[in-house]
């Protein structure tokens, strides 16, 4: 069985729904009860200055895959390590 | 010990005496969980890098999946940690001059606020346990109240015994300025349920049983 490799971009798009809206209830929290201290602020400004980070470093990383080439449902496409197992009945 | 002089729906003349978090060890201790934890995709990247050729060909479709993989986990690693850092942060124990407000982070949607005027105090102890409590001086302080919470527990505060010390002053200060007579007649007002009134200056309304109970016994 094959599909199209852009079908993998839907699992890790429904995680970004739920994790952007977890964020921004987090961050309103924070922000909300947190008095608007300087740890509170700090600490949110942080938070998104690393989400934005990784969302952009996987954008850059993934720029180059080719979104419409098919994958085979069934075998691996990693390269695993070779693994050398000597059969011991043969010794 | 952080001490804020103010914070939102304070009461006209109510000045902050305390502000508790709990102590930095808890915090560093969560930090230290989350740093390990960090260390897993690092592992599995140098792992992946030395002993497979997937990061070789960027157009791949393994490293198409690794890199959707390791960015999932990064985002909800941040995300949790931020979350845990929140539930931290947002733990607070304010102490004022009137009252006793213990705000409970439990989880992300989970937030409990009860507060308690400082009168209602009855007994305040203090206890540091454990060979890292007596290090860094930190240990709880449980406050036995006569309303419907009982009692304020303070976890893993710093500086426990300073914390009670300051509590059995401002209830000294409190007696001192209303005289015994005034504490004896709000200790029959909370039995009778109803000591906002006495504080806040509006006129009380009438307490009126149900059909058929009993009159409130008033012990004085």
């Keep these: 069985m094959t599909l199209s490799l852009w ?29 608007v201290s300087r740890p509170a602020v700090i600490s949110s400004f942080g938070f998104v200055i690393f989400a934005v980070g990784v969302l952009v470093a996987t954008t850059i990383s993934l720029k180059e895959v080719d979104w419409t080439a098919s994958v085979e449902i069934g075998t691996p496409s990693v390269n695993l390590p070779s693994v050398n197992i000597s059969n011991p009945l043969s010794r | ?11 006209p003349g109510e000045r902050v005496v305390l502000m508790l978090h709990r102590h930095g060890f808890v915090a560093v201790r969560i930090a230290l969980l989350y740093i390990l934890l960090a260390l897993v ?20 479709t393994g490293y198409a999946l690794i890199t959707l993989l390791l960015s999932a986990y990064a985002l909800v690693w941040g995300l949790l ?7 931290y ?22 937030r409990i606020v ?12 203090w206890q540091i346990e454990g060979v890292l409590g007596n290090l860094l001086k930190f240990g709880n302080v449980t406050i036995q109240t006569a309303g419907e919470q009982g ?9 426990p015994e300073a914390v009670a010390k300051a509590v ?24 009778e349920g109803s000591p906002t009134a006495k504080t806040t200056g509006k006129p009380e309304p009438p307490l009126t049983p149900p059909a058929g109970a009993a009159p409130p016994s008033i012990k004085l």
Excluded at chain 2, 81 to 87: G, H, I, P
Excluded at chain 2, 151 to 159: C, M, S, V
């Design chain 2, 151 to 159: 009692k304020f527990t303070f976890e893993h505060i710093p500086d």
């Design chain 2, 89 to 110: 942060y947002l733990d607070v124990w304010i102490i004022t001059n009137e009252r006793i407000i213990n705000i409970t982070q439990q989880r992300l949607f989970h």
């Design chain 2, 41 to 60: 995709p690092v592992a599995a990247w140098l792992l992946l890098g030395t002993r497979t050729e997937v990061f070789v060909d960027v157009t791949s």
């Design chain 2, 1 to 11: 010990m952080k001490i804020q002089p103010t914070f939102p729906n304070m009461l």
């Design chain 2, 81 to 87: 940690f931020f979350v845990s850092w929140l539930n």
């Design chain 2, 168 to 191: 059995m002053n401002l209830l000294e200060q409190i007696e001192n300025q209303m005289g015994a007579n005034t504490m004896a007649k709000m200790d029959g007002d909370l039995l």
């Design chain 2, 114 to 125: 009860s507060e308690q005027k400082l009168y209602r105090v009855q007994d305040v102890t």
């Design chain 1, 7 to 35: 079908f993998i971009l839907i699992p890790f798009g429904l995680l970004l729904v739920v994790w952007l809206v977890l964020s921004i209830v987090a961050i309103v929290k924070m922000l909300r009860f947190g008095f």
